[in-house]
């Protein structure tokens, strides 16, 4: 401040006797000589200036700039908070995760994931595992400890209709809510989103999904329909070769979670090592048990103002007993409307 003030305190001074003189120039000389006078303090000015910057432009570049002053101590404190500095660790401290859990705001979310989906038990202790190596990791750049971000690259694997686009959505929250992604929003793609049927087409269709997907998680159903080794002139390795770019370069901007039977994925992943080595986590979503099946129909059937009497009841157990035979096992909780109409009468 002393050295602002001294600044603002010269130039005042400076205009002040520059004002006095041409007033009394003005006063006590004739009006040309006046202007004459003035003509040359103005042309004695420019040169001035001009000169200045060109002895500037002359000197070392560590001379050429003035050097930044030492801030004081409160100030780079705040500055340093602003920044998420890092916080200072007692040796003898216990860190919990609950409070951390807390801020996050992630309870609602598992919380969700109950209400929405039936069962699916493996599945619901994997998304908290994760969530849970996430909080560590939260934890440990709030003390300083830094390490790579975790790769969050996803494949579930499971038949249609057992929750795995649910489960997506619920995990592309949660990674919002623990800092991990811009948006949190999930674009779900196929084979037809990403893969184009001629040549030039198949790149600029995957970077516009791309592109959309930035900031959140880009569901891929259905994954192994990319790569079609039966057919030669088939595009779905340029995909998959944009896509492994991708999800190594941008790993902090995009999550991608691939999705499809465990046989087939398992075909792709031996089709595509690099793919492979990318996915840190696997979800495995199994068939749904009766008592599973049957809680999900009567929450659709709640949903419509209908109830199942114990009668109906039964007689829904043993059409899922027939239908879950080995012959033909029932993998998808969505049943025909029909049905579920005649059980509820």
């Keep these: 401040m002393r ?36 003509a040359d303090l ?30 004081p101590v409160g100030r780079l404190r705040s500055a340093a908070r602003r920044r998420g500095a890092a916080e200072l660790l007692h040796p003898e401290a216990i860190v919990t995760l609950a409070e951390e859990r807390q801020a996050a705001g992630i309870d609602d979310v598992f919380t969700a994931l109950d209400h929405d989906l039936v069962g699916l038990v493996p599945v619901k202790q994997k998304v908290e595992e994760i969530a849970s190596l996430l909080l560590v990791d939260r934890v440990r750049h709030r003390f300083g400890l830094t390490a790579p971000r975790p790769n969050l690259h996803m494949c579930f694997t499971g038949a249609p209709g057992t929750g795995k686009t649910t489960v997506a959505l619920r995990m592309a929250e949660l990674l919002h809510r623990l800092g991990y992604l811009e948006k949190g929003h999930l674009v779900h793609a196929m084979r037809d989103d990403l893969v184009g049927e001629y040549v030039g ?12 997907a930035m900031g959140g998680v880009l569901f891929i159903d259905e994954a192994y329909y990319l790569y079609r080794a039966s057919d030669s002139k088939d595009y779905g390795q340029e995909c998959i070769d944009i896509l492994l770019q991708v999800m190594e370069n941008n790993r902090d901007k995009l999550v991608v979670i691939l999705a499809g039977y465990q046989d087939r994925m398992d075909d792709f992943y031996g089709s595509n090592p690099g793919m492979s080595s990318r996915i840190a986590h696997h979800l495995d979503f199994a068939p749904y048990q009766v008592d599973e099946l049957v809680a999900i129909g009567r929450a659709m059937l709640d949903r419509s ?21 080995p012959a033909d096992i029932l993998s998808s909780p969505v049943f025909s409307a029909a049905v579920l109409g005649e059980l509820a009468r």
């Design 201 to 212: 087409q198949t790149a600029p269709k995957t970077k516009r999904v791309l592109e959309r």
């Design 305 to 325: 103002s209908y109830y199942l009497s114990d009668a109906a009841e039964a007689a829904f157990r043993d059409y899922l007993n027939l239908r879950l035979e």
């Design 3 to 38: 050295g602002i003030t001294t600044k603002y305190f010269k130039t005042g001074i400076s205009l002040f006797i520059v004002t006095v003189a041409l007033a009394l120039s003005w006063a006590y000389l004739s009006r040309l000589l006046f202007f004459l006078v003035l």
């Design 42 to 71: 103005v042309i004695l000015a420019l040169l001035g200036l001009a000169g200045r910057d060109a002895w500037r432009q002359t000197l070392p570049a560590d001379q050429a700039q003035p050097r930044d002053k030492p801030q």
